[in-house]
């Protein structure tokens, strides 16, 4: 008697993409999903990947890729590779995010922006608060967007060049949400709103923890992960701030991720458990 057996099973990738890329821990987060979700068949990986190299690298994936996650410097590039975007990419002028779709072409998302959205939430912001944003990079557009989603009064983008906060305009009119820009020098008193989110790299925002001026039961979102915790966010929790870190908002984001890339609920209690054992190890 004779077996008749189907094909066997497709492998599905994905990975994470960025320069430098070696400290990333996506790969931790994801493959903890992959197997507490039972997809066996599933691999993510770290590609090393500048924002130059990036429309011929995804140009030769096999359809074996499923999606890819992008960090910086390539964030703008995945936005323009894309063959179609989610309207908050297309607002934000950037996406972290990769979907190959089933007739083989790619769609961009910005999963940042709802992870944002998840970690402030989740501590405890509601609509109508004034939000303070620290730098005007990447994921400083980022922030405007999360402000615009939560129905925030305004936001303050306090930088230190002029001309990169104006850059954030177009962003906040496409979301609708009002912009101001506050000088570096002034730091301190912009830190006494309803949320403030530090996007700005690690020492920058140093000197503000002893001179910083605090709303009461205010959020304070600091981007950074490492090191943790920063001078300015011991300063917050010493004020009772609610305080988070970009440890949240990098398991939220990769949450939004997984589920576009695998079409599954993502087992975020067993995505946290991996990145939490990995950061302590």
């Not at 992959?34 to 096999?62: F, H, K, M, N, Q």
């Not at 923890?209 to 920063?230: E, G, H, M, R």
Request: glycine content about 8%; some cysteine.
């Amino acid at each position: 008697m004779s077996t008749v057996t189907g094909p066997p099973a497709a492998t599905r990738r994905a990975a994470v993409l960025g320069k430098p890329i070696a400290h990333s821990l996506s790969p931790v987060i994801h493959t903890a999903g992959y197997v507490a979700a039972g997809l066996t068949l599933w691999s993510y990986t770290r590609i090393e990947c500048a924002a130059a190299e990036l429309p011929d690298l995804v140009a030769g994936l096999g359809p074996e890729w499923a999606g890819l996650s992008v960090t910086m410097p390539g964030k703008e590039a995945a936005l323009a590779v894309a063959d179609a975007a989610s309207p908050v990419a297309a607002a934000v002028g950037a996406a972290n995010t990769l979907v190959r779709r089933p007739d083989g072409s790619w769609y961009a998302d910005n999963t940042d922006v709802a992870g944002m959205v998840r970690v402030l939430t989740d501590a405890g912001v509601t609509a109508g608060g004034a939000v303070t944003v620290l730098g005007a990079g990447g994921t400083a557009r980022a922030a405007v967007a999360a402000a615009a989603q939560l129905a925030c009064s305004s936001v303050t983008v306090v930088a230190r060049r002029a001309e990169a906060v104006e850059g954030l305009r177009p962003v906040a009119d496409a979301l609708g949400i009002a912009l101001s820009a506050g000088s570096w020098a002034d730091a301190p008193r912009h830190l006494a709103a309803e949320v403030v989110v530090s996007t700005v790299p690690r020492g920058v925002a140093d000197p503000l923890a002893k001179v910083a001026v605090w709303s009461p039961d205010a959020v304070f979102f600091d981007a950074l992960y490492d090191p943790w915790p920063t001078p300015l966010a011991v300063a917050a929790v010493a004020a009772n701030l609610r305080v988070v870190s970009g440890l949240d908002l990098l398991l939220a984001q990769a949450v939004g991720q997984f589920e576009q890339f695998t079409g599954v609920v993502a087992p975020r209690p067993a995505m946290a458990a991996a990145l939490a054992a990995a950061i302590a190890n």
